[in-house]
DNA sequence: TACGATACGGACCGGTGGTCCGGTTGGCAA
DNA sequence: TTGCCAACCGGACCACCGGTCCGTATCGTA
């Protein structure tokens, strides 16, 4: 897939960027990090800050995305109910449960992302996936509603920014926040 | 409640701004209206404009706040269901149409307000209010459930974000977010 | 008419994301 | 080992942003 592999200085710069801005992002929170001081940490100009990764949005993905693929690989290859086979109704919940989780853990990354661009949040290619996903798991424990209208619903209420503001200033506990969204995504009655 | 009238020219200018910022952010979006641009189409300095609102958020919020009034009114004082008196059921699904309505009529200030600060979508002094009137209602129509984190949980999905994505990326039609949203805020079984 | 309070406006500031290009370096071929 | 050139580097530079400052013009009153 690669056209040409990377020159070792490059691959070294790409590294040293990529470990910098985690470190910055997770302790000042990604919007307060401009892309100088980045550059400035990983030992690097700015110019070659911005030939890696393009832009800001692209190197914000780089950094989540080995997380992302962590978790995507449980979802799609690991051990029922997180991964494929359980019974749909457990799989659900776990897939909520796993969401909530990654989105509390990496919840700096994700508002930095969700700050960009109109639809940001949602045309991201991860945030794609998991939407399709949860309209799957959605679709099979809810046959009948409209599963692809709820799936959003609920990926909306994971946004890391409200998270971020029910814990953080409402001080709802997490366990709270977390029941609250499996009586969301519960069978409502036929009315 | 003014300690002091405001000059004539200062009253006429604070017009000419409110009437070019309005027109600015519903031609381009909000997002994309600098504030020397409204200036300059209001026939004014930037000082003045900074003058009179103080930054970019309270310009914003006082581009919406008679729209606000107004819908604050309804439900405040309204003829039932959006008004105080209807029977629980009937109260929550009109204020959520109504909700929906205001967001889809004025999304483009909305996701202005949406983008700034870290909570700046909740912290919002409508919002606190569209959200307490959200949680009394549910408490109404839904005793015994957690009425506080679904009010939140509605409110995020009625966010101009998600909705303009769904109706102008995934083309869902608005009755079919309004039936999502009707489904979500249903009694769920109790299990 | 005269005068002080009020308001005006655009030059200015610090800082941002992003670009540009002369100089450097890595890695291959001879 | 040497020589060569594509790949890569870095920081000066750019346009622009939100926001401030202050000398000047205007309003409204006595």
Known sequence: MPGKPERADAARNR???LAAAAALFDRDGAEAVSMSEIATAAGVGKG?????????TALIEAVIEPRVTALRDAVEAGPPPLGPGGPP???LHAYLDALLDFVWANR??????????????????ASRFWIDELTRRLTAARPGDDAEYLAHALFTALRAD???YLVTVREMPPDRIRAGLHGLAAVPPDD
Chains 1, 2 share one sequence.
Request: proline share 3%; no cysteine.
């Open 15 to 17: 590294q040293a960027i």
């Open 48 to 56: 070659t800050l911005f030939r890696r990764f393009g832009d800001r």
């Open 89 to 91: 109704a457990a799989a």
């Open 108 to 125: 700096t990354l994700i508002r930095a992302l969700e700050h960009r661009g109109p639809h940001a949040y949602y045309a991201n290619a």
């Open 162 to 164: 409200v998270i971020d």
